[in-house]
């Protein structure tokens, strides 16, 4: 093992800022969602360039009143990847629905838009695709299938923030949203975070008073409105809610770390291209693509290896030159939560590519407090881990 410091996979950017936030809050009286929470709301809205924002306790929990608000439930089918956190295809079963897994794209991590159409059935009900890693869907493609069939598209950004989409000639942040609603992560590994916690964007006015109501157990009168009140108010509940509430806590923690977003996102974004030039010509690495019409805010740089390089062999030697990884991101009909439950969902169509991108692929280490010689100490990790195999391959 060296005796360099451990290289950590993620690392949040957090300072005194945040730290005078919370304590601003705390001060106040009021910890709960309140004004801190508004206050994010509009300022996430203004960043993405979105009409409507709603915090909520976590991405799963966005996924969650996504799905219910376009009108998922007992029996419906959602189109979706398999490749993707466990908790893409989870949210739907939330819904009583069935999760439809397609295959992901030659040259990359997201939805492959051909296999979308194939998959729909008469029970279809929407589409949910992931921005993996960071990197934009190909929108265009799946909303002009969408547009054309009817149906609604709910964008699983947990990992996209600050990331771009060309869009009718124009680049504009995902968030927007290109669908109906997009949903977004501010759990520690993501470009920001609040601790953990979750946004909803729409241009939907319908669907931003859903998520108000379902995110605070369907409460006729916030209580930010009836502790305010100069009379009397009793609230009622017309319909079953969630407890899916954001505190001000975190809402305080987000706001700081919204003024942080660019410099954070153009930072990535040089890593990145650190990454690349030290990278390209290894033979056996395969590096990420980014189309021409995408920008990535880079969440995480995800290399894929030969057939001839075993991951976790490549994984070992990183670890014991002080570099961490992960692997390939996890294929949720994998998972021993989905064995064996044949009505629970189903595939149209092999995962090959989804499988082979969790066993081949190997997440590298990517924070904006990264140095050029820290992403250097990890690409030589990586070369010498490619060369050791290679020579044991030899003797």
């Known amino acids: 093992m060296t005796s360099a410091a451990m290289i950590p996979i993620a690392k949040p950017l957090l300072g005194e800022r945040e730290a005078e936030a919370t304590r601003r809050v705390i001060h106040s009286g009021w910890l709960t969602q309140g004004a801190e929470v508004a206050a994010f709301e509009r300022e996430f809205a203004a960043a993405v360039g979105a009409q409507y924002a709603c915090a909520v306790s976590n991405c799963t929990t966005a996924l969650h009143l996504a799905l219910l608000a376009v009108g998922v439930g007992e029996g419906d089918e959602v189109i979706t990847v398999s490749h993707s956190f466990i908790a893409t295809a989870n949210a739907i079963r939330y819904c009583g629905a069935v999760p439809v897994f397609v295959d992901i794209e030659p040259d990359g991590f997201n939805i492959d838009p051909d296999l979308i159409e ?43 923030i600050g990331s771009e989409i060309e869009m009718a000639g124009r680049f504009e942040r995902i968030g927007a949203p290109i669908g109906d609603v997009a949903c977004f992560s501010f759990h520690p590994r993501k470009v920001v975070t609040t601790g953990d916690g979750g946004m909803l964007t729409t241009a939907n006015p319908a669907y931003d008073e859903k998520f108000r109501l379902w995110r605070q157990h369907g409460m006729s009168v916030p209580d930010t409105v009836r502790h305010g009140a100069g009379r009397v108010i009793f609230e009622s509940y017309d319909l ?35 990454y690349r ?23 995480s740089y995800c290399v894929t290896l030969s057939e001839a390089l075993d991951q976790r062999t490549i994984m070992q030697s990183l670890l014991d030159n002080g570099v961490s990884s992960r692997r390939g991101v996890m294929n949720t009909h994998r998972e021993p939560a989905y064995a064996g439950a044949a009505t629970s969902w189903r595939a149209s169509g092999r995962l090959t590519r989804s499988q082979a991108a969790q066993d081949h692929a190997i997440m590298l280490p990517l924070f904006a407090q990264m140095e050029e010689e820290d992403v250097v100490r990890v690409t030589d990790a990586l070369r010498l881990a490619v060369a050791s195999v290679r020579s044991a391959e030899l003797v």
Do not use: K
Not at 244 to 266: F, H, K, P, S, W
Not at 281 to 293: A, C, F, H, K, N
């Open 118 to 160: 194939p998959a729909i059935t008469s029970r279809t009900r929407a589409i949910l695709c992931v921005h993996q890693l960071g990197m934009p869907c190909d929108m265009n493609a799946i909303m002009a299938l969408a547009r054309r069939l009817g149906l609604p598209v709910i964008e699983d950004a947990a990992c996209a």
């Open 240 to 274: 079953l809610g969630f407890n899916y509430r954001m505190t001000d806590i975190q809402a305080a923690v987000g706001r700081e770390q919204l003024r942080r977003l660019d410099y954070i996102v153009e930072r990535r974004r040089w890593i990145a291209s650190i």
């Open 277 to 299: 030039r030290h990278l390209s010509g290894i033979e056996g690495i395969r590096l990420p693509v980014e189309p021409s019409w995408a920008r990535s805010n880079w969440q």
